[in-house]
């Protein structure tokens, strides 16, 4: 493995497992959809970032674009809670309009600023974040993409392990985390803002589509997979990794995209262990 | 400790968009009791647990746990919520689920204790599910799903418990398991709020009744308030179930379910 390829598959593993943590509890808590919004409506503060930043290198501006993913929870919050609107159609509005309204400052910027077209925008690529590297007193210390994630991940970690009773009662039973006086919104604002933070950091890589296939096939599978949260999370974290290392050689295979073929790989690995669990049951009822 | 209210209930009111669900609704219950919320489907008993635990808003009114706001007093209730409230294919064992009772506002971030590990094991052998404490809960019947809910208040160690129709859908074993165990409870000076929709078995569990229909119908011993008249104000139209009932009161003190029938 050449260094540039070990570079791409840490960046790609360090997205993967942050998703996958996040994922485990979006999907416990039937809110991937929020999840998908958030990653969304991002754009219009990427752009913005971007757009203000004319070097590329200020991830404050970026932590300041994560705060739209926020917002979008708030808005969807409010017109699914107050304005008594349907859930759906609150996501649906709120993420869209807010995704559009980033494609049109983009559009509107983007001859002064070639780094960042809809294409990158939608899909990312990741097999080009080897390109940007940090180099310091001729060390090689990574990417810039890496060092765009790896905070977030160290967070994300420490967020999830030493808070997990809050996070495993507030995804069983919110009522009851409630009943216990314990500060529910604040823990899903601190949640949904990781969620934000991560598609706007691992957006340049893999993109705001694409990110939410991390966020939801391998968790979702490991859900098949096991009976127990702390459990689950490994899993999905182990199918991420599996699902990068297989996705970063079929796509030199076949020459495709890789954040692309990562993403058909975890949905491979979904229908197997779909297929497997089936074919388990199938048996135990002809026995 | 008697004589003391457990839980104060003044000029409480709940609107959902604009409607009425509680209205104006005012009572204070005793301790050490079991007490029982009536009243038919629809009528604002769970709202009512909800509003005493702030868990909805209230839109006039207030609440007073032992003389005091629940903010002060919130590790001495447990909550016992409506089994359909939560998702059971969750990925977590009974154990897990039990040990949420011990779970702390503000130790959470802090490793559960020696002690509290015991008292969840306690709490697990007091509903009989030593057996399937490594369990999913996913794969237990709703009456092992329900002593699931309980043993997780029990673990917390309250003294007043609030538990929403903890009776529906569940075995006659588990109906005696529960029931042997609310009476332990009682005879150890706990306070259980039941809320409960079936009048026929009304005259067996509870001490202490609360009649319900949006208003406050009645509520006073179960032997004083358990009356033609009040069931009549608060199952209103509901006439099949009414002559049921009448016949029921007439027939009072009548034991329903004999000793013997129920199992073994
Ligand atoms: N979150 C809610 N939003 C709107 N209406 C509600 C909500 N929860 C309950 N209701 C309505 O309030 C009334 C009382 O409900 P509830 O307290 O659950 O009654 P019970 O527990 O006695 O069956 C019902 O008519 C119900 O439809
Ligand atoms: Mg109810």
Redesign the pocket.
């Known amino acids: 493995m050449s260094l540039n390829d070990f570079l791409t598959l840490l960046t790609a593993a360090t997205i993967g497992l942050s998703c996958a943590i996040l994922g485990c509890f979006l999907v416990l808590r039937k809110v991937v959809m929020v999840g998908d919004a958030i990653s969304h409506s991002v754009l219009p503060g990427i752009a913005i970032a971007y757009i203000v930043s004319a070097n590329f290198n200020s991830s404050l501006l970026l932590i300041g674009a994560a705060i739209f993913g926020v917002i979008t929870t708030l808005i969807i919050d409010f017109f699914h809670k107050k304005l008594k609107l349907q859930e759906d159609a609150s996501i649906g509005i709120t993420f869209t309009w807010l995704f559009a309204l980033g494609v049109i400052i983009i559009t509107l910027f983007t001859e002064s600023n070639t780094d960042l077209d809809q294409d990158c925008v939608l899909f990312g690529e990741l097999s080009s974040s080897f390109l940007d590297k940090i180099i310091m007193n001729d060390y090689l210390i990574g990417t810039r993409s890496f060092w765009m994630i790896f905070p977030v991940f160290l967070i994300i970690v420490i967020f999830v392990v030493r808070g997990f009773k809050g996070l495993l009662l507030i995804s069983f039973n919110e009522e009851y985390a409630k009943s216990k006086g314990i500060h529910v919104s604040m823990w899903n604002l601190i949640f949904m803002s990781l969620v934000s933070i991560t598609t706007v950091m691992s957006f340049e890589s893999v993109g705001a589509v694409l990110v939410v296939g991390l966020l939801v096939i391998p968790p979702a599978t490991a859900y098949i997979l096991s009976n127990d949260l702390k459990k689950m999370i490994f899993i999905a974290c182990g199918l991420t990794l599996l699902a990068c290392i297989l996705g970063f050689y079929f796509s030199i295979l076949i020459d495709v995209s890789m954040s692309s073929m990562v993403i058909v790989t975890c949905g491979m690995l979904f229908f197997s262990v779909l297929a497997y669990e089936k074919l388990k049951k199938m048996l135990k009822s002809k026995k | 400790m008697k004589g003391k209210s457990s839980i104060e209930v003044h000029n409480l009111s709940v609107t959902?968009?604009n409607?009425p669900?509680?209205w104006d609704i005012d009572f204070s219950l005793p301790q050490g009791q079991i007490i029982g919320i009536v009243?038919?489907?629809?009528?604002?008993?769970?709202?009512?647990?909800?509003a005493i635990m702030d868990l909805?808003p209230i839109s006039s009114g207030f609440v007073k746990i032992m003389d005091k706001s629940l903010g002060l007093v919130r590790d001495l209730v447990a909550y016992v919520p409506?089994r359909e409230s939560v998702d059971w294919n969750f990925p977590a064992s009974v154990e897990d689920v039990v040990m949420m009772g011990r779970y702390k506002k503000n130790k959470l971030f802090n490793r559960l204790t020696k002690i509290d590990k015991e008292l969840v094991q306690e709490a697990i052998a007091k509903v009989k599910l030593e057996k399937y404490k490594d369990r999913q809960i996913a794969q237990l019947s709703g009456g092992q799903q329900q002593r699931v809910f309980i043993a997780r208040a029990l673990a917390q160690g309250a003294d007043i418990y609030i538990m929403?129709?903890p009776f529906v859908g569940v075995d006659m074993a588990t109906e005696k398991t529960i029931l042997d165990l609310l009476i332990l409870m009682k005879n150890e000076g706990k306070t259980i709020i039941i809320?409960h929709?079936d009048i026929q078995t009304v005259s067996n569990f509870f001490d202490y009744i609360v009649l319900?229909n949006?208003r406050l119908i009645a509520h006073g011993k179960t032997s004083e308030t358990l009356t033609g008249e009040n069931l009549q104000a608060t199952y209103g139209g509901q006439l099949n179930l009414l002559t049921k009932i009448q016949t029921l009161i007439k027939a009072k003190d009548f034991p329903l379910r004999e000793e013997g029938f129920e199992d073994k």
Do not use: A, F
């Open positions: 959902y968009q409607v669900v509680l009243g038919p489907n629809g009528s604002g008993k769970s709202t009512l647990l909800k909805v409506q929403d129709e809320v929709h319900l949006t």
